[in-house]
């Protein structure tokens, strides 16, 4: 059910704890998962969006006013103003390095328990309730969806043998049969020694669960020396 505009103070304690409620709730996921916007984060950045709607249906006149009046009035200001700010805090949640990017998910749902927090602040109490089921669902059971789903992986790869240009070609021949693409990168020669280090970019599609790519790792062992190897690509969290 929806609340009235100007809430007294039994309405103010059941919208601040339903949000408190939808913030553990998402939070919870979260901070088990060990991201940067964890438990209590969620509820706080929950209850400022529910406390400026609150605010907002406090200073809110309503004597003299038309229904399509609310649309024009400056103080609805205030809960934008607090959409806006949260997309900084979420901004800063995400972290790229080269085209590794992390916090995404993190960012999108401060984002989201903020608008879960103006409805909840606003009165709308079913649409804020309906929000964090979905929400809930989203983060906890989606997520083995989003599992399986095969993705693109890249990776940089260094190897180290006698310098020798067709290994450029003999890489990506070696690997094509496990349907993984091989790029070259660059030649390292080392200091008063026929040797020289090859780095490689590679390129495969597997679903987030599989096995890190070991029997490659394994086959390209077998005739190279594996110097290093390191993932570049991850999906958002």
């Known amino acids: 059910m929806d609340m009235p505009f100007h809430p007294g103070w039994s309405d103010i304690a059941v919208r601040l704890a339903l949000t408190m409620f939808a913030g553990a709730i998402i939070g919870f996921n979260r901070g088990a998962r060990g991201h940067a916007a964890g438990f209590r984060t969620t509820i706080l950045v929950g209850l400022a969006a529910s406390v400026a709607m609150i605010q ?73 309730v309906a929000t964090t089921v979905l929400g809930v669902l989203t983060l906890w059971l989606l997520k083995w969806v989003d599992l399986v789903i095969p993705r693109q992986h890249r990776a940089m790869l260094t190897i180290a043998c006698d310098a020798q240009w067709d290994v450029v070609e003999k890489i990506p021949k070696l690997l094509e049969p496990m349907h993984f693409r091989a790029r070259f990168q660059e030649q390292r020669r080392h200091s008063a020694s026929e040797a020289a280090d090859y780095v490689f970019e590679l390129t495969w599609r597997r679903p987030e669960q599989a096995c890190p790519p070991v029997d490659v790792l394994r086959l390209i062992d077998r005739a190279y020396t594996v110097k290093s190897f390191e993932v570049t690509t991850e999906n958002a969290r």
């Open 56 to 128: 907002a249906n406090i200073l809110l006149p309503l004597e003299g006013k038309t229904p399509g009046s609310f649309a024009v009035m400056d103080l609805m200001r205030l809960p934008l103003g607090i959409l806006t700010g949260v997309g900084f805090i979420g901004g800063g949640t995400i972290l790229k390095k080269g085209d590794l990017v992390t916090g995404v998910t993190t960012a999108a749902t401060l984002w989201l328990m903020t608008v879960i927090g103006l409805c909840l602040g606003g009165g709308q109490l079913v649409l804020g």
